[in-house]
């Protein structure tokens, strides 16, 4: 009577019969059911390839029953892994793949299985299943480990020249435009607006290229733009320019993160030509200066909300956030009482802070911090006697507004 194995293994070969015509479907059901492998000529011979050889590479473990320590994914599935790396399709799309061809093969070997004693189906079918599944997994891991290698290197090389003509555009100096836009693949005639972009929390190198990569996504449609060039900074910070609509004449845009961004953002103005490159570059890396002051930066807590902050939002903060030793007398002399850190202090210049902002007016103050009006006139009234000349400080209320503009943003990085 055969063994269990010696029937797994005729069926192995049994199905290694048709294989040219199993390679031929899979291949058609991969490229129906995942759009982003559908490229090329030389991509889909290289997908069929990476079928052929994984197809007899999974029969002969499945039917010889090896240690699956010794599984090595077949040099076509590597190479391709490789080649969806170098044209940024996603790793999950690439694992699909695996997934679908594996159903459709087990689902063709239960067939073949009907063939078999009815007492031998149970337990060669549970093998079939068992081995195969082995195999998926121990292939994918090698496949998975093969394209981020490579969209690491791939990335790297790409970044480095990306990096070193950016260098050049940012220093100020004279630069061949022609082949700056050539290298980049950006317009510099463009109007431009620049983020600077990191993680709100502990994030690896990879997944951050990702979420970078679904901001950029989000920016181009939203800000309906003609280009985005992405430069990271190092491994933990990456730098964005898009190229706004040519008769975008703003002096901010209204980008807003997408659905569930775990990165912060620091965006600069519009600017017109490498003039403008240039400015909201240094803008957004003022804002991205104010934001780490207060957040902390790249080494975000986990579970950090992520925030998205515009230069307009915080203009005069930026220009003053280089010198906090400044920055804190200034505060600290300017607010009196009201600089002393604490959860009353906070709400009492908030109070205050939208109150001057919103022209003195107490109704529109208490609807912007969904107050009642009476709350808002006591909690102004609070504020003002904290000051160093009370309430006759607010007869010119700049420096009070820029102080309490910096105690916002900065936080206790500025507070007495």
Known sequence: MPTEQALVSRLADRFGERRDAVVADLVRMTLVQIDDLDHDAATRSLL?????????????????DFDADLLEAPSAAL??????AQRDVSL????????????????????LAEELPPEDRVAVVL?????????????CEQVGRAYERERERWVASQDGERRRWVGRLLDGGPVDRTAAERALRYPLDAVHVACTLWPSGRMTSFDLLTAVDEVRAHATVALRARAALVVPTDEREVRMWLALPARCGADRV?????????????????????AGFRSSARQAARVREVLGTRYRGA?????????WVHYADVAPV??????????????????????????????????????LARRRSHAAAAAALNLHRNSVQYRVRQASALLPGGARDLDDDFSVR???????????????
Do not use: K
Not at 127 to 139: C, F, G, K, M
Not at 260 to 268: D, F, N, P, Q, Y
């Open 48 to 64: 069929e390839a990476s079928i052929t050889e994984n197809v007899v590479a999974a029969l002969n473990f499945v039917g010889r």
């Open 79 to 84: 190479a391709y892994a490789r080649v969806l």
């Open 92 to 111: 999950s799309a690439l694992v699909r793949a695996y997934r679908i061809g594996h159903s459709r093969v087990l689902d063709d070997c239960f067939t």
């Open 127 to 139: 093998a079939l299943v068992r081995r195969s599944a082995l195999y998926i997994d121990q292939i």
């Open 254 to 274: 209204d980008l807003v993160p997408p659905e569930g961004t775990s990165l912060h953002a620091a965006v600069g103005r519009p600017g017109a030509g490498l």
């Open 299 to 307: 080494g975000g807590r986990e579970g950090e909300d992520a925030h």
């Open 318 to 355: 930026a220009l003053m956030a280089g010198d906090p030793a400044a920055v804190r007398d200034f505060v600290t002399v300017t607010l009196g009482e009201l600089a002393e850190p604490g959860a009353r202090g906070a709400v009492l210049r908030e109070t205050l802070r939208v109150f």
């Open 402 to 416: 820029a102080a309490l503009l910096a105690a916002q943003w900065l936080g206790d990085a500025v507070l007495a």
